[in-house]
């Protein structure tokens, strides 16, 4: 029988998984561990800076840009669905928590990692996402339940309603060893250049320290929001 996947990632958009956590990614591979990644929808919806000329082939970039990315990191499994990107709040919820909660079940990962109650950015896709994982692992017995990692930045959000919900980290890694494949990885998404820029501006320090929440056993529960 082989062993546990150790990190899964349940996230919304190609490029979620590169910025705050494929330096830990890479860590587990190289340690020999298995990791893997579901990704809600095709990031359709997004800028195009003169790469594509519709959604439908941002959509298919976005892919190739994924998998060279993924490629890099080492993410042994990925499952890629098509829910609408940036209308998830629009589909039923009960769709998207059974799309983690099978994949909980299936991989039986020692971790799960997604966005936080707030979204990090209240993005209305990432907080989706975050009430679709949450629901998927309050509905697992104990037995089946994996640690449920979110996404922590340092520093509280400057906006008052995302400051409401932020969890601060409790976790720390330091990453260094793999900066030079994870920048490598992040430019692997040409198309979000511009938010590649963003990040590093604001967030410099999270591209050798990756952070996160843990939660405990009994955790709180947020209403769905944004």
């Keep these: ?48 800076l003169g790469l594509a000329d519709s959604p439908q082939a941002l959509g298919e970039l976005r892919m190739v840009e994924l998998r060279a990315c993924l ?40 971790t799960v990692l997604t966005f936080p109650p707030n979204g990090s950015n209240g993005h209305p896709d990432h907080v989706t996402t975050h009430t679709a994982v949450k629901a998927a692992w309050d509905s697992l017995s104990a037995e089946d339940r994996p640690q449920l990692w979110y996404y ?15 969890l601060p980290p409790n976790i720390t890694r330091d990453v260094s060893p793999f900066i030079t ?19 590093i501006r604001r967030f410099a320090e999270r591209i050798t320290h990756e952070t996160f929440y843990q939660l405990p056993a009994a955790s709180p529960t947020y209403p769905r929001s944004v």
Excluded at 183 to 194: G, K, M, N, P, V
């Design 152 to 166: 922590a930045g340092p520093t509280p959000p400057e906006i008052e309603e995302l400051r409401a919900t932020y």
């Design 181 to 199: 494949r994870k920048l490598t990885a992040i430019a692997c998404h040409r198309t979000q250049a511009l938010s590649t820029v963003d990040f």
């Design 71 to 110: 490629d890099v990191i080492g993410v042994q499994i990925h499952e890629q669905h098509s829910f609408p990107d940036k209308y998830l709040r629009d589909q039923p919820l009960e769709a998207l928590s059974e799309v983690a909660r099978d994949a909980m079940l299936r991989h039986r990962p020692e």
């Design 1 to 48: 029988m082989s062993d546990p996947m150790k990190l899964l990632l349940i996230l919304p958009h190609p490029d979620d998984e590169v910025y705050g956590a494929s330096g830990t990614l890479m860590e587990y591979v190289a340690a020999g561990h298995s990791v893997g990644l579901v990704t809600l929808t095709r990031g359709e919806a997004g800028r195009t």
